[in-house]
């Protein structure tokens, strides 16, 4: 995730430079004033993992390793509450959808051949999300407005199973529930009948999501596994 970091980083450089320019018409020059506003969402998403990794415990067969080796886009929609708490600063609460897949591959190491991939798992999920946050906008220039915002998200995956599929050789499983901090960068655009923004957010998962009870087939996968925490990336744009 490292990379994500500076991609936000990079962002933020790019967005201050882009500022500095001479006076203009503002549009909507009391929109900021508003004590609370609607809109609504859409942006893109990647699903990312933390593992904590060990050995295989069964001495008797491979060592198996985990990993992400690509990521996969997915999509999010959702509505926008914000209520003006002061001049630089705002409290927002966005329910919204948050659509997306992992790739989880297992991996042996087969020595002079290296790692070689035996197990894909494709799991999808269908989150249901409420993030709460603190928006902390910059002095506006012109009709543009830097801001960042930075605080907490509650999901819930709807496509969590509960049972392992064997027919299906299903035999990882997530639980549904996970708690994010979050943290992230944007631009508010002022046009002349609404506001747009650009949003770049990650957002880390603080729970263990993993099912740590393994299926009677094929237990090795989990037990490969100490831990799973869910990771995203988000690039949203917002009307309101």
């Given amino acids: 995730m490292r990379k994500i970091c500076l991609i936000i980083i990079f962002a933020s450089i790019l967005g201050v430079v882009g500022f500095a320019q001479k006076e203009k018409v503002k549009h909507n020059p009391e929109y900021d ?4 506003h609607f809109g609504y969402t859409l942006g893109i998403n990647v699903m990312d993992f933390s593992f904590g990794r060990y050995y295989l415990r069964n001495p008797n067969t491979d060592t198996l390793y985990a990993d992400l080796t690509r990521l996969n886009l997915g ?23 948050n659509f997306g897949q992992r790739d989880l591959i297992f991996f042996v190491n087969k020595g002079r051949d290296g790692m070689q991939p035996v197990k894909t798992f494709k799991i999808e999920s269908s989150m249901l999300d409420l993030p709460l946050q603190l928006k902390y906008k910059a002095k506006r ?3 543009y407005r830097p801001y960042l915002i930075f605080g907490s998200s509650v999901r819930y995956d709807l496509a969590a199973k509960k049972k392992y599929k ?28 609404f506001k747009f923004s650009t949003e770049l957010k990650l957002s880390l998962g603080f729970l263990d999501i993993l099912n740590h009870t393994p299926p009677e087939v094929h237990p090795e996968y989990v037990n490969a ?8 990336l988000m690039l949203s744009f917002h009307f309101e």
Avoid: C, H, T, W
């Fill in 225 to 232: 596994l100490r831990k799973l925490n869910s990771q995203m």
């Fill in 33 to 36: 004033d508003k004590p609370i």
């Fill in 166 to 193: 064997i027919d299906d050789e299903e035999f990882i499983l997530l639980r549904p529930f996970d708690i994010y901090g979050e943290l992230g960068f944007g631009i508010d655009f002022y046009l002349p009948y």
């Fill in 141 to 143: 220039i012109n009709n």
């Fill in 75 to 97: 999509f999010q929609v959702g509505m926008i509450a914000d209520f003006r708490l002061g001049e630089y600063l705002n409290f927002r609460v966005l329910p919204s959808f």
